[in-house]
Each structure stands twice: as structure tokens, then as C-alpha cells.
């Protein structure tokens, strides 16, 4: 597609629930980035996606959230037992080579009731 | 670790003033540093991307200027306008790893 797309734009679940989000990148982009802005907060890293190379998942906060990406292209980002510190504003970025710039998708925003 | 600075955290100023954005990052071993803006509630737009062996990027009434060596970078604003309200982040890439680093934000605010 033409920019990065996301999905849903927002989700409201309740505490303990499983949640899906999920990127779309542009076509072709190699590199692909998950992160997340708390309420009043900074952009935080959660994850990358290089090609073929296994993931960096050092940003991921807890071992309740996981993320894999099928095919090289979209990516899933899964909460498992969502907690109320979890809501935020899922942003997903993808990039062609690591000196393009990123392009950002418009973000799943998370609310955890 | 990289970490980056923004200041100042907020801005008030008149339009038509011309401004600058402060950025600043600890690890100088990077790809490259975009700038991007944000309004209120969406994603973030890509505004301007300077490589690590370039020294400034201009697109129409941005500038946006890297010294890699010493770790800052500007953004310039000129004659600035009320719809360039909202929060620039700065965020550069590498410094130990591939992910890009943001620092807090400058929310600026451009009056009539």
C-alpha cells in the first residue's frame, strides 16, 4: 500500500483479555518497528523486524506481549492478559534499509477498561 | 545506551517568529536523524531526514541541521504559522543498535 497501514484504530478491552494489533508496512519495506506512547509520555521501542534475522525484542516490557511477522510483511503484536498500564497508542513504522528514514502508521489506540 | 534530549520541553511564540528546536543525543555512532512532528491524538509525520554524513536538510521553511561529532541537532523554523502547532521529536538512529531513539518532544505553539 501506500503508507503504513494499522489495525483497529482503537480497542477497548477489558483487564485480562487478549488483545491483537496489527501493522501492514509498505510494500517491500525490510525493516519493522513497534512502538508505543503512554499518556503524556515519550515514544517507547518495543520491538524490530529485520528481514530474515530473528527479531530484537529487547524493548518488549513484560513476556505478555510477543509480536511475529508472517511472510516479511505484516506483523501481529499480541498482549496476553492486558493490564490497565498497558493502554497506550500502538505505533508500527517501517523502513526500506537501515538508511531510509521510517514511515509511520497512524497507531492502534489501546485503552484496557 | 542512547538517550536524547529535547529543549526546550515547550514554546510558546507569536506567529511569524522564527524559531529553533534543540536536540541533543549521547551515542554520536549513528545512521542517521529524523525529524518528526506530531499533533494531538495521531501518528507521527515524517518531517526531515539527515544523514549521518550530511550536515543540514532544508524542506521549505524547515532546516534542520546535525553535528554528529558533538551529538546535536537543530530544527529551524522560519516565519512560523499556527497550523505548525504540535510536538517535533527528534530521533536519531543506530548508537548501539538499529531502533530509532526519541527524545520527549518540544510542544510548540504558534498564536495569531
Not at chain 2, 555512532?29 to 518528526?36: E, G, H, P
Not at chain 2, 549521518?52 to 558533538?70: C, I, P, V, W
Request: with cysteine; hydrophobic share 30%.
Amino acid at each position: 500500500g501506500a503508507g503504513v497501514s494499522q489495525s483497529p484504530s482503537n480497542k477497548v478491552t477489558e483487564k485480562g483479555k487478549d488483545v491483537e494489533l496489527r501493522c501492514d508496512p509498505i510494500s517491500g519495506h525490510t525493516a519493522l518497528y513497534w512502538y508505543r506512547q503512554s499518556l503524556g509520555q515519550g515514544l517507547e521501542f518495543l520491538i524490530y523486524f529485520q528481514g530474515n534475522s530473528a527479531p530484537d525484542k529487547s524493548g518488549l516490557p513484560s513476556d505478555r506481549f510477543s509480536a511475529e511477522r508472517t511472510g516479511g510483511s505484516v506483523s501481529t503484536l499480541t498482549i496476553q492478559r492486558t493490564q490497565q498500564e498497558d493502554s497506550a497508542v500502538y505505533l508500527c513504522a517501517s523502513s526500506l534499509a537501515l538508511t531510509p528514514g521510517y514511515t509511520f502508521g497512524s497507531g492502534t489506540r489501546l485503552t484496557v477498561v | 545506551k542512547q538517550e536524547v534530549t529535547q529543549i526546550p520541553a515547550a514554546l510558546s511564540v507569536p506567529e511569524g517568529e522564527n524559531l529553533v528546536l534543540n536536540c541533543s543525543f549521547t551515542d554520536s555512532a549513528i545512521y542517521n536523524l529524523q525529524w518528526f512532528r506530531q499533533d494531538p491524538g495521531k501518528g507521527l509525520t515524517s518531517l526531515l531526514l539527515i544523514q549521518s554524513s550530511q550536515r543540514e536538510q532544508t524542506s521549505g521553511r524547515l532546516n534542520a541541521s546535525l553535528d554528529k561529532s558533538s551529538g546535536r541537532s537543530t530544527l529551524y523554523i522560519a516565519a512560523s504559522q499556527p497550523g505548525d502547532s504540535a510536538t517535533y521529536l527528534c530521533a536519531p538512529r543506530g548508537g548501539g543498535g538499529n531502533k530509532l531513539t526519541f527524545g520527549t518532544g518540544t510542544q510548540l505553539k504558534v498564536e495569531l
